[in-house]
């Protein structure tokens, strides 16, 4: 089981920066692709960005590529999203999520991702 905790949310200003964190709980945090996800009033859950369970490998959706950056620190446990450059379409509710390595195909899927945090707001706005 793991459970995972977002933060870092909050209001900021077009072209300003945030750096959301996402604490697990689990002792098997390094098993994991972890990826973010985010969702915009009365739109679909999509996916923003997804690292391997080593940081080897990252991939990005197209319109946050060259903003957003994602990491992980194994030995805490935790996952980071730097996002910046911040447009008023990234106002969303983004959640961090967790799936088995072994088991990803695209990583781009909520499907693929076995456990969620309950999610931290971020509004971009002027």
């Known amino acids: 089981q793991v459970q995972l905790v977002e933060s870092g949310g909050g209001l900021v200003q077009p072209g300003g920066s945030l750096r959301l964190s996402c604490a697990a709980s689990g002792r098997t945090f390094s098993d994991y692709t972890m990826g973010w996800f985010r969702q915009a009033p009365g739109k679909e859950r999509e996916f923003v960005t997804s690292?391997?369970?080593?940081?080897?490998?990252?991939y990005y959706r197209d319109s946050v590529k060259g903003r957003f950056t994602i990491s992980r620190d194994n030995a805490k446990n935790t996952v980071y999203l730097q996002m910046n450059s911040l447009k008023s379409e990234d106002t969303a509710v983004y959640y961090c999520?967790?799936?088995?390595?072994?088991?990803?195909?695209?990583?781009?899927?909520?499907?693929?991702?076995?456990?969620w945090g309950q999610g931290t707001q971020v509004t971009v706005s002027s």
């Open positions: 690292v391997s369970n080593n940081g080897g490998n990252r």
């Open positions: 999520a967790a799936g088995y390595s072994s088991r990803m195909l695209t990583g781009r899927s909520v499907n693929e991702y076995n456990y």
